[in-house]
């Protein structure tokens, strides 16, 4: 320990030559690496995580795919629970159509063009122009600004459109949805608004397992690690990082505030199956 201690002070105050900044940069990327910096669904524990339920013959009857972009998760979800119910959001009317395109004749997906939250409203969405940048569509303006930018890219442009959100608990009701056993959010920044739409079905305890993505978003947002860990704890559920190929279900720590992604898991703390199942 005395060693890495001494260690990191010299490369600390040699830190402007070349050879320590090549290092520090490398031992960053090996972190991010290490804690799972991957939003690729089949490689980041996604798709692990919905065979580790078929496998384990957890039952995914009702699925929420939240922030449903082109189809991606929903195609994923259909494919290993085909019998799911699968409801699926998506905001951003130019997105909708391609999302309406990929998983529109797939029995049993239900598309809705708007997206979730605690009121219902219209609210302003900031698309990114570049094809490839589609899934970075935002409430929050500044996170598709030159500070939010991977190194070594430009901020790119965007469009600014209407977009439509209704109350997570209203549409439960409407659509008489007794038990939600997957929900799944993606809606870069907007995490908070859509789980307290849910409140109810939260305190009811009918909704089993949530993924939430987790990154620089939150920045925007404000809604950090801490918010979550004190929203899901005040309902009963334990929350953990989804790794490539188990969750590990921890207490919070300041620590993981590294806005790295990609997800978290959270699952009744009642649950003793699907948390061994997940964990193990």
């Not at 339920?53 to 998760?73: K, M, Q, S, T, Y």
Request: proline share 3%; aromatic share 14%.
């Amino acid at each position: 320990m005395k060693f890495i201690q001494h260690a990191g002070r010299s490369l600390c105050k040699h830190r402007r030559s070349l050879l320590c900044r090549r290092f520090g940069q490398m031992a960053f990327l090996i972190w991010r690496a290490y804690e799972n910096r991957d939003f690729c669904m089949e490689t980041n524990g996604e798709a692990w995580c919905l065979r580790r339920l078929r496998d384990g013959n957890i039952p995914v009857n009702c699925a929420f795919d939240v922030g449903a972009n082109v189809g991606e998760w929903t195609t994923l979800c259909h494919r290993n629970h085909p019998k799911a119910a699968i409801h699926a959001f998506e905001i951003a009317a130019p997105t909708f159509d391609k999302l309406r395109h990929n998983v529109g004749t797939f029995p049993n997906v239900f598309l809705n063009p708007f997206g979730l939250s605690n009121h219902w409203d219209q609210i302003d969405l900031f698309v990114p122009t570049e094809e490839n940048e589609i899934g970075r569509t935002t409430s929050y303006k500044e996170h598709l600004g030159r500070a939010f930018v991977v190194p070594g890219q430009e901020a790119g442009l965007f469009d600014t459109i209407r977009g439509k959100v209704i109350c997570g608990d209203d549409y439960v009701k409407t659509n008489k949805i007794q038990m939600i056993d997957f929900l799944k959010i993606d809606v870069e920044g907007m995490e908070e608004a859509v789980l307290q739409g849910l409140s109810d079905m939260f305190i009811q305890r009918r909704i089993r397992i949530v993924q939430f993505e987790y990154n620089t978003t939150s920045i925007v947002s404000k809604f950090l690690l801490r918010n979550a860990y004190q929203f899901f704890n005040g309902c009963g559920y334990v929350l953990g990082k989804l790794y490539p190929n188990y969750i590990e279900f921890r207490d919070y720590n300041y620590r993981q505030e590294d806005f790295c992604g990609p997800n978290f898991i959270a699952v009744r703390n009642d649950d003793y199956e699907l948390l061994k199942l997940l964990s193990s």
